[in-house]
């Protein structure tokens, strides 16, 4: 059954306007409309989301370990050690012993992992273009710059 059609914003006349008016519900419906392209392109090529965020996180930041890495994620550690796990099992990241602490593990991308990286990005930068092909390259770049400033406004603190 195609529930897609649930997920719309906007049902035409059966939509109230008092619900087309709630910034929460058009964004959160957004937010799973657009999940759902994510994953569905990521499971085309046999990968989720948190693969692209550790091997990002990785890339950018370098290495790290599980701790830091999923403070850095936000992936629970309890679910970063499976994604660990199946990153590992493809060669994707490295875990090795930390020479300063043997207790914990330093996670480092191989090169395979870059290039699963840069194999991914393109993917989730074509996810974009499908999500945002409404809209003009000036009203994306507004888009995120609005976004990016209503987020950092929710997370600062109360004064």
Not at 5 to 12: K, P, S, W
Not at 47 to 62: N, Q, R, S
Not at 131 to 150: C, D, K, M
């Amino acid at each position: 059954m195609d529930t897609s059609h649930d997920l719309r914003f906007d049902h035409g006349d059966e939509t109230p306007p008092q619900l087309k008016k709630q910034f929460s519900r058009l964004i959160g419906m957004t937010a799973v409309q657009t999940g759902r392209v994510a994953s569905e392109a990521l499971r085309a090529v046999g990968a989720h989301k948190d693969h692209f965020v550790v091997l990002a996180a990785l890339t950018e930041f370098g290495p790290a370990s599980q701790a830091d890495l999923s403070r850095r994620t936000r992936i629970f550690k309890s679910d970063l050690v499976a994604v660990l796990n199946d990153l590992e099992a493809h060669h994707l990241v490295r875990r090795t012993p930390d020479p300063a602490d043997k207790r914990r593990n330093v996670i480092t991308v191989t090169p395979a992992g870059h290039r699963r990286l840069t194999e991914l990005t393109t993917l989730l930068d074509a996810v974009n273009d499908q999500v945002l092909a409404p809209l003009s390259a000036a009203e994306r770049t507004q888009l995120f710059a609005l976004l990016g400033r209503v987020n950092a406004h929710l997370a600062e603190p109360d004064e």
